[in-house]
């Protein structure tokens, strides 16, 4: 089965800031999807298709990658931003990453 | 509006079975896989299993597989979770979700905890 590892597991920035979360996959995957999920909510999809943004997902959100590695990138870390945001890989099984927590400095 | 209601969740002694369901409104619930995830308490997202669109597919997740049984009933818009010799390890809250490409639908989870 493949793993999704994720990194870092905890990061802060602050308003304005570049953000980059990473996920790496234990074997090739053909795209990645991306989900946030706020305390006490539902995840959301945010990002499928590796580089798709979910609709209503603010344009300052784009994924990246290929293979093995891929990146959800925010260009101007907003305070509407903090959350947890996860990886995930299908298609017969499915794999979440393990999350990158998201928090505002 | 898209609507996945979880229910018969609770509080189940270790070993013991549960069934969970899943009521779906607002699609086309015949047409589309559906999924079973969930979330131990401040822990991630784990996929639990899934099921194709006319049951002709299914798999589990290696944590569960020979123990829970998912299945579904179309003309009811329903997705079920049959959970047997319940562990400890299977407290969490547990999500129906439909995951398509571009689009995903999540209830808002029913709990199930696992103790004596």
């Known amino acids: 089965d493949i793993v999704l590892t994720q990194s870092p597991t905890t990061m802060a920035a602050s308003p304005g800031e570049k953000v980059t979360l990473t996920c790496r996959a234990s074997s090739s995957v053909s795209y990645m999807n991306w989900y946030q999920q706020k305390p006490g909510a539902s995840p959301k999809l945010w990002i499928y298709g590796t580089s798709k943004l979910a609709s209503g997902v603010p344009n300052r959100f784009s994924g990246s990658g290929s293979g093995t590695s891929y990146s959800l990138i925010i260009s101007s870390m907003e305070t509407e931003d903090i959350a947890t945001y996860y990886c995930?890989?299908?298609?017969?099984?499915?794999?979440f990453g393990s999350g990158t927590k998201l928090e505002i400095k | 509006e898209v609507q996945l209601v979880e229910s018969g969740g609770g509080l189940v002694q270790p070993g013991r079975s549960l069934k969970l369901s899943c009521l779906a409104s607002?699609?086309?619930?015949?047409?589309?896989?559906m999924n079973w995830i969930r979330q131990a308490p401040g822990k991630g997202l784990e996929w639990v299993a899934s099921?194709?669109?006319?049951?002709?597919?299914?798999y589990y997740a290696d944590t569960v597989k020979g123990r829970f049984t998912i299945s579904r009933d179309n003309a009811k818009n329903t997705l079920y979770l049959q959970m047997t010799s319940l562990r400890s390890e299977d407290t969490a809250l547990y999500y129906c979700a439909s995951l398509n490409y571009g689009s995903s639908y999540w209830g808002q989870g029913v709990m199930v905890t696992v103790s004596s």
């Open positions: 995930q890989q299908c298609c017969s099984t499915l794999t």
């Open positions: 607002g699609f086309t619930f015949s047409n589309y896989g």
């Open positions: 099921i194709s669109s006319s049951s002709s597919y299914i």
